[in-house]
């Protein structure tokens, strides 16, 4: 286990998973493997990717490095890896979550999730990101969400993947899947920051025994480096780093804005995944346990809560927008 990290508990399978991981989103296939390797030697051994990332293959590469270098095993890392919306349909699931296993090289994954609730129509040519011809057409494609997650359960029984659940999920969505599911999913995976606190959809998964993992725990932050084309409300959203309250705070524990905002979410139970291209601030993430915030402090900084999604589709999707957070 990497130090000052702790480890939470999945149910269903008991297997441990750290509370502070690494996110692969926005990171480039052909820094991944440097980056994650780095990341490895810096005490990361949660990994978050995606299909839709595009640099599974890369990150591996880091990952195995660092296993062939003897500084860790496999078994000391921790995978999170997801199906995206174009791959619904349960052959093709199934199919594809067998070659991301086989793009890692780890020999399994820890954990696989249904990326987004929303099904779309495949393209061969393009498989990835929200439009069928790559540019402008969102085309959806008639599978329910119970052929999608009887794939998981399929690929879950041949140890191929440990664990499994879902990403940008309601309350309502996952209750669907418990009204069928052999297999339970054992994590959800939202967007988590003081300006979308999700409060009841925290609670709610917390009443069901299941695990929350907020990304971009930095809020608008993580959305002002995308291109122009992937329009949001970050531009126009005071930043993070620059609220009073939570400067204020890291004067106060002499911390750093983010350990701040990383520590509000850990404090209450919710797993983060941060990513920094710079070993300084890899370091800074990762050490975010040795201080408590006051609970007036938590709760003061979860009223800066606007229910605001930057990861949006009917934001960034402005051609025909999927209106997924209503």
Known sequence: MSPNTPYLTLPGSGQKIPQVGFGLWKVAPEAAADLVYNAIKAGYRLFDGAYDYGNEKEAGEGIRRAIDEGLVERKDIFVTTKLWNTCHKKDRAIEVAKQQVADWGLSYIDLYLIHFPVALEYNPS??????????????????????????????HATGLVRNIGVSNFNSQAILDIFTYAKVNPCMLQIEHHPYLVQRNLVDFCKDQGMLVTGYSSFGPQSFLELPKTFPTKAAQTPSLFEQPLIIDLARKYNRSVGQVLLRWATQRGICVIPKSNRTD??????DVVGFDLEQRELDAIAELDMGLHFNDPGVYLPGKPLRLFT
Do not use: F, K
Request: hydrophobic letters at 35%; proline letters at 3%.
């Open 126 to 155: 393009c498989t990835r990101g929200w439009y069928y011809d790559g540019h402008s057409q969102v085309r959806l494609e008639r599978t329910p969400i119970r052929d999608t997650w009887e794939a998981l359960e399929a690929v």
């Open 281 to 286: 601030r890899m370091a800074e993430n990762l």
